[in-house]
């Protein structure tokens, strides 16, 4: 089983940043993705192409920050800015096209940066949204890369890929990290595990509710216990370029 340890939010914030690479160096992580708008992401871009080894896909976004199209109103607040968390959730109104306009966009923004894009996400996971997914998913076939599946298992160029987002809050623990591997290890050819690793900064603590938790899970991941319990398993951390090898 190939296991792909995915660190979300990269370019949120320098701290979460650092803290992704961090877990690069020290710890499992081998994939993170971007988001395309925040004040970090040309820090994020930068630190990326320091290090080829981590492949970076794309954590589109319609729950946070300004958009990087324009004339899409059904996708924003009264201020222009994209809609809270509930809001989104709640609104069935959306329209499909400018959906796919600012998802677009944000690709489009990325790829102008000189990065391969490895996979789709979402922030919040929005790709799950009943009026997001089929522009998520029709994006996805467009640059024939993966998109994040919903919980449960999909097929991709013929081999099985699930998903875990259990390590996260209480959850994120060694312990948790390695029974999740266990309980998906011969029932899957590929697992990605979601996480949030960052190293607390001010920026954070005034953006997210998930602050002091990030540095946390940094240190799970980084613990040198973690690389070595997978190896026994005969797991090695990867990211979603090895569909290229197992296909």
Known sequence: MRLIVN?????????????????????????????????????????????????????????????????????LDGSGSFQTQRAFWENQSMNPAEIEKELQAQIDHVLAQGLGISHLDGHHHCHRHALVAPAAEKLAARYAIPLRPVNGKVRYKGKSLAFSEDFYGKGASEAAFLATVKHFYHKVDVLEIMVHPGLVDEPLLQTSRYAMERAHELAVLSAATLPEKLAELGVTPDNYTCFSVLD
Not at 13 to 39: D, F, K, W, Y
Request: hydrophobic share 45%; with cysteine.
């Open 7 to 75: 660190a979300d939010d990269f370019g949120l914030t320098r701290g979460v940043n650092l803290g992704i690479i961090e877990a690069l160096q020290r710890g499992v992580v081998r994939s993170a993705t971007l988001m395309a708008q925040m004040p970090a992401t040309d820090h994020a871009i930068a630190l990326s192409k320091g290090f080829p080894e981590l492949a970076v896909g794309v954590h589109l976004c319609l729950t946070y920050g300004e958009p990087m199209s324009d004339n899409v109103p059904t996708l």
